[in-house]
C-alpha cells in the first residue's frame, strides 16, 4: 500500500507581507498525540513514566485536622494527689474511726438513771434482798430478776394482769383500769448504762408496753423471796 504524498508547499513558501505562516501546520500527523488536547504523560526523576496510584481516593488530598472548637477542648485534669497527702488522709480517718469506737464504749459504759415503781410490799422484799449479799445494788439485783425470769416473762406478765374496774359481759374493760402484780407509787432507783438500758427498752417494746415498770415490776414479784402478790379471787 502507497502513502500519498503530503503536501509541504504551504509550510514552506515564502511568507508574504499580510501572512505569517505557521510552521507547525501539516506536521501535527507527524508528532504523536499533537492536535488531541492532551497533554503528554508526565515524567519521573528517571525519565520512566510513574505508575498510576492503585486506589483514586489516595490520589486525594488528605485535609488538614481542624482545630477543635472551644467546647470539643477536654477540662484540664487535677493533679493526682501525693502519695504523702494519701497517707495523711488514710491516717485521719483511722484516727476518726477509733476516737468513734471510743466515744462508743464511753458512751456504752455511761450510767443512765431510770426510775421503776413498784408496790410497798414488793419494794420491802426488794430492800431486804439488795442488803442480804455484799455488792449487790438496786441495779444488778433488777437486771438479775429480769435476765433469770427471761424465758417466762410472757408467762408471768398475762397472770399478773388485774382489772380494777368492775366488767360485765357487754362492755369490754377499760385498759386504763387494768393494773400489774408488784406495780405500785413507790420508786426503785437504778442506773444502767446506756448498753444495758438499750436492753431494757428493747424488751419493753417487745412486750408492747411504753413504760419499763409496768412489766418489770411483775417480775420482781415473781423473782423475790417472800410472799409474793396474787390476783385477787
Known sequence: MTTPEENLGSVFARPTANTVPNRAQGLGGLVPNRGTGSAPPPQGPTGSTPPPPKNPEDAKETPPPAAPSSGDTPPPQAPADPPAAVEAEEVEAEEVEAEE??????????KHRTTLYVSPALHRRF????????????????????????????????ESKVSVAAGNELFPEDPRAVRYLGAGPVQIQIAPTYAQLQVLDTLTAKYGFEARATWIAPVLNAFLPGKKEKVPE
Not at 469506737?101 to 455511761?110: D, I, N, Q, V
Open 101 to 110: 469506737g471510743e466515744t462508743e464504749a464511753a458512751l456504752a459504759k455511761t
Open 127 to 158: 430492800e431486804r434482798y439488795v442488803r442480804a449479799a455484799r455488792g449487790r445494788t438496786n441495779t444488778s439485783a433488777v437486771l438479775e430478776a429480769v435476765a433469770a425470769k427471761n424465758s417466762t416473762t410472757p408467762q408471768i406478765i398475762q
